[in-house]
């Protein structure tokens, strides 16, 4: 109870600032379109203002405060403004449209999802190579550890051009990249969790005669299951930047990431703003979703969540 | 064909060392732990040069380990440019303001009860949402110089380092908070003597993660607009000019400047943590 009040306040506390850091960061912006509409300001023309701090301005045109959470492309717009264009590109709009956050999103989700399929199905295998074959071991999972280190997403652009260089486009080349992403977080997290077993257990299972099959099935798997699970929250995230960031460089012309691009092209900030929000709604859904999963998977295994 | 049987018989051979390697009973010297994934790594590219020159790939589309190594060494000075400009000033400068920042803001958190329990779940909340989409924004705000770069890694780094070490600060026991107290240590006497170095592997943890991060978001913000030198800026040119080489030797920079920045945190890690039982093994 405590916690949710404390949680709102700082909610509450971001909201009032953002309404705050409208007026400075718009100011500008509304004094230059009510001067054209022929009101008073001070000073009156563009250029004097470009040189003045913004809160000078506020100071001296005061009448103009109440305009800052309307204007139509605001440098930063107001958050019921986002809501609003949230609002009105999801759930008025028919989900076919081209400007429906939805169909947007179901683009990137799907990329999202296929990747995510894919990086975490061959991250779970690479684990299990490298967790029973001593060579594997050595030889693969230095390089895992390494690649994390590297800012994979540069290679993005490439994997999409030389795709597409072969025929391969459409939600492939994305997957790709998402994969990629999710892959190494799988395989680290998954390699400790099938360690996880200490010697005594299996210790234990030796002294029942259970094959490696039987080992594998009964102990390390179950164990390796909270790790998994914690790697797979890391891994979808990671998946949905991939995928987002997968449509930047190439102009796509679906997806919250060329929504992000064509808002940037055009000035367009609250479309920006909304397809941000769309894809930190889109990620903390998939977050929980994986949470709910994990709460059922482990009770379903007698494991005490 | 010639090349491609060699490519397979040497991808057997270092296959075949590497397990003569890894099982023998010297495979847990500290020699054989480095040579066994280098003879791996050096596999990997003959297999790859063998492979992209026996099926006659066009090394337009894949370039092979030489080409890209050739390139490498033929752009030193626009790679040292961009290097300058994404990494030096982007990424390094958003990287110190932002750990700072997070740094500062969880003494304050971790001083307040109301605050931690406030902050820290929106935090969490944050940290993992994709901040790059920030980028577009910031680069709207700060112009198309490192400025807006280091904005973009100053916002995607401060959520996890501020987490990490406010989970850090909470590390130390009841018993060795009411210790300090017996010695009639003041806040910050406690907080410089037990908790900090407590929470010290917590910090690093995060500021290790946002290594990463820091480079990710300076490389991502070039795509949203940029000056002509960069590395982002160079790989989606590159990548329009069909270049490709060039954006591998692009991201081989990349990939050597993520390991170096992480080692030196690892490094730094290692000297201040050293009592710690990870580092300890």
Same mark, same amino acid.
């Given at each position: 109870?405590?916690?949710?009040?404390?949680?709102?306040?700082?909610?509450?506390?971001?909201?009032?600032?953002?309404?705050?850091?409208?007026?400075?960061?718009?100011?500008?912006?509304?004094?230059?379109?009510?001067?054209?509409?022929?009101?008073?300001?001070?000073?009156?023309?563009?250029?004097?203002?470009?040189?003045?701090?913004?809160?000078?301005?506020? =100071?001296?045109? /005061? #009448?103009?405060?109440?305009? %800052?959470?309307?204007?139509?492309?605001? &440098?930063? +717009?107001?958050?019921? @403004?986002?809501?609003?264009?949230?609002?009105?590109?999801?759930?008025?709009?028919?989900?076919?449209?081209?400007?429906?956050?939805?169909?947007?999103?179901?683009?990137?989700?799907?990329?999202?999802?296929?990747?995510?399929?894919?990086?975490?199905?061959?991250?779970?295998?690479?684990?299990?190579?490298?967790?029973?074959?001593?060579?594997?071991?050595?030889?693969?999972?230095?390089?895992?550890?390494?690649?994390?280190?590297?800012?994979?997403?540069?290679?993005?652009?490439?994997?999409?051009?030389?795709?597409?260089?072969?025929?391969?486009?459409?939600?492939?080349?994305?997957?790709?990249?998402? =994969?990629?992403? /999710? #892959?190494?977080?799988?395989? %680290?997290?998954?390699?400790?969790?099938? &360690?996880? +077993?200490?010697?005594? @257990?299996?210790?234990?299972?030796?002294?029942?005669?259970?094959?490696?099959?039987?080992?594998?099935?009964?102990?390390?798997?179950?164990?390796?299951?909270?790790?998994?699970?914690?790697?797979?929250?890391?891994?979808?995230?990671?998946?949905?930047?991939?995928?987002?960031?997968?449509?930047?460089?190439?102009?796509?012309?679906?997806?919250?990431?060329?929504?992000?691009?064509?808002?940037?092209?055009?000035?367009?900030?609250?479309?920006?703003?909304?397809?941000?929000?769309?894809?930190?709604?889109?990620?903390?859904?998939?977050?929980?979703?994986?949470?709910?999963?994990?709460?059922?998977?482990?009770?379903?295994?007698?494991?005490?969540? | 064909?010639?090349?491609?049987?060699?490519?397979?018989?040497?991808?057997?051979?270092?296959?075949?060392?590497?397990?003569?390697?890894?099982?023998?009973?010297?495979?847990?010297?500290?020699?054989?732990?480095?040579?066994?994934?280098?003879?791996?790594?050096?596999?990997?590219?003959?297999?790859?040069?063998?492979?992209?020159?026996?099926?006659?790939?066009?090394?337009?589309?894949?370039?092979?380990?030489?080409?890209?190594?050739?390139?490498?060494?033929?752009?030193?000075?626009?790679?040292?440019?961009?290097?300058?400009?994404?990494?030096?000033?982007?990424?390094?400068?958003?990287?110190?303001?932002?750990?700072?920042?997070?740094?500062?803001?969880?003494?304050?958190?971790?001083?307040?009860?109301?605050?931690?329990?406030?902050?820290?779940?929106?935090?969490?909340?944050?940290?993992?949402?994709?901040?790059?989409?920030?980028?577009p924004i910031l680069v709207m705000w700060f112009g198309f110089d490192w400025?807006?770069?280091?904005?973009?890694?100053?916002?995607?780094?401060?959520?996890?380092?501020?987490?990490?070490?406010?989970?850090?600060?909470?590390?130390?026991?009841?018993?060795?908070?009411?210790?300090?107290?017996?010695?009639?240590?003041?806040?910050?006497?406690?907080?410089?003597?037990?908790?900090?170095?407590a929470a010290l592997p917590f910090v690093f943890n995060g500021l290790k993660i946002s290594t990463t991060?820091?480079?990710?978001?300076?490389?991502?913000?070039?795509?949203?607009?940029?000056?002509?030198?960069?590395?982002?800026?160079?790989?989606?040119?590159?990548?329009?000019?069909?270049?490709?080489?060039?954006?591998?030797?692009?991201?081989?920079?990349?990939?050597?400047?993520?390991?170096?920045?992480?080692?030196?945190?690892?490094?730094?890690?290692?000297?201040?943590?050293?009592?710690?039982?990870?580092?300890?093994?």
């Amino acid at each position: 109870m405590k916690t949710v009040l404390a949680v709102l306040s700082v909610l509450a506390a971001i909201a009032v600032i953002w309404y705050a850091a409208c007026v400075p960061m718009n100011i500008k912006g509304v004094l230059d379109a009510a001067e054209r509409s022929g009101a008073e300001v001070v000073p009156a023309t563009a250029r004097e203002r470009r040189d003045m701090g913004s809160f000078g301005l506020v =100071a001296t045109n /005061s #009448f103009a405060i109440r305009d %800052v959470w309307s204007q139509d492309r605001p &440098r930063l +717009p107001a958050p019921h @403004q986002v809501a609003v264009e949230l609002w009105e590109t999801t759930v008025e709009k028919k989900i076919t449209s081209k400007r429906s956050l939805i169909y947007h999103g179901q683009v990137t989700l799907s990329a999202t999802l296929l990747g995510f399929v894919i990086g975490t199905g061959l991250g779970i295998l690479l684990a299990v190579g490298i967790v029973h074959s001593r060579v594997m071991d050595m030889s693969v999972m230095p390089w895992a550890i390494v690649s994390q280190t590297i800012p994979i997403i540069a290679l993005a652009p490439m994997i999409i051009v030389v795709l597409y260089s072969i025929g391969v486009q459409g939600i492939l080349p994305k997957a790709v990249i998402s =994969a990629y992403l /999710s #892959f190494f977080p799988v395989v %680290v997290g998954m390699v400790k969790g099938l &360690r996880s +077993p200490d010697q005594m @257990q299996l210790d234990l299972l030796k002294t029942y005669n259970a094959s490696l099959g039987q080992g594998f099935w009964k102990l390390r798997l179950p164990a390796s299951m909270p790790y998994l699970f914690a790697s797979l929250k890391i891994g979808i995230a990671a998946s949905l930047v991939g995928a987002i960031v997968g449509e930047l460089p190439t102009g796509a012309v679906a997806g919250l990431g060329a929504r992000l691009l064509a808002g940037s092209y055009y000035g367009q900030t609250v479309q920006i703003w909304s397809a941000l929000f769309a894809a930190a709604i889109l990620a903390a859904a998939l977050v929980a979703l994986l949470g709910v999963i994990e709460r059922l998977v482990l009770k379903r295994m007698g494991v005490q969540a | 064909m010639m090349m491609v049987s060699m490519a397979l018989l040497v991808w057997c051979g270092g296959w075949w060392l590497n397990g003569r390697l890894a099982n023998s009973p010297a495979s847990n010297t500290s020699a054989v732990k480095l040579l066994v994934p280098a003879i791996f790594g050096v596999t990997l590219l003959i297999v790859w040069e063998l492979l992209v020159r026996g099926l006659e790939v066009s090394l337009v589309i894949l370039p092979a380990p030489s080409v890209i190594a050739a390139r490498f060494a033929t752009s030193l000075p626009i790679l040292w440019q961009d290097f300058q400009q994404t990494i030096l000033k982007g990424a390094l400068s958003g990287y110190i303001i932002g750990c700072g920042a997070a740094l500062l803001m969880a003494i304050a958190v971790d001083r307040s009860d109301f605050l931690r329990r406030g902050l820290l779940p929106v935090g969490n909340f944050v940290a993992a949402l994709p901040i790059v989409g920030t980028a577009p924004i910031l680069v709207m705000w700060f112009g198309f110089d490192w400025q807006s770069k280091a904005a973009v890694v100053v916002v995607m780094v401060f959520f996890p380092v501020l987490v990490n070490t406010v989970a850090g600060l909470r590390e130390t026991s009841a018993m060795q908070r009411d210790l300090m107290q017996t010695y009639a240590a003041s806040y910050w006497q406690s907080f410089f003597k037990l908790r900090l170095p407590a929470a010290l592997p917590f910090v690093f943890n995060g500021l290790k993660i946002s290594t990463t991060l820091a480079l990710v978001g300076a490389i991502v913000a070039e795509f949203f607009g940029s000056p002509t030198v960069g590395m982002g800026f160079r790989i989606s040119t590159s990548v329009g000019q069909l270049a490709l080489d060039m954006v591998w030797a692009e991201i081989l920079v990349a990939a050597l400047a993520g390991s170096a920045f992480y080692g030196m945190m690892a490094l730094i890690e290692k000297t201040l943590t050293f009592w710690h039982p990870s580092q300890r093994g």
